[in-house]
Nanobody, 119 residues
Framework: VQLQAFGGGLVQPGGSLRLSCAAS????????MGWYRQAPGKQRELVAS???????NYEDYVKGRGTISRDNAKNAVYLQMNNLKPEDTAVYFC??????????????WGKGTLVTVSS
């Protein structure tokens, strides 16, 4: 099973970005999915999460600026970020609770995609 995240890049302050992440492999089902980020010199932190039924949770610093969504048919999760700030600069990681076809329940991490907010 793999998680592949993409969509990062250089964005000007106030700009927007949409991150995507797709899971592939021997997947039976996917539970909660989420986005985390890690800024230079800081610990990895939660950005937002979403349950299989679409219930969402956002950290305070992203409320009103970010939207997490998922497409269960595509095993994908997305993060739309608006009004980006320099402090949003970080490597963004997707995360998912996946049950494999062999009935192993494992928490998977994608490799991360770099978002740089700078003028």
């Amino acid at each position: 099973v793999q998680l592949q995240a993409f969509g990062g890049g250089l964005v000007q302050p106030g700009g927007s970005l949409r991150l995507s992440c797709a899971a592939s492999g021997s997947i039976r089902s996917i539970g909660d999915m989420g986005w985390y980020r890690q800024a230079p010199g800081k610990q990895r932190e939660l950005v937002a999460s979403i349950t299989p039924s679409g219930a969402t949770n956002y950290e305070d610093y992203v409320k009103g600026r970010g939207t997490i969504s998922r497409d269960n048919a595509k095993n994908a999760v997305y993060l739309q970020m608006n009004n980006l700030k320099p402090e949003d600069t970080a490597v963004y990681f997707c995360n998912a609770d996946i049950k494999t076809v062999f009935n192993y329940a494992i928490n998977y991490w994608g490799k991360g995609t770099l978002v740089t907010v700078s003028s």
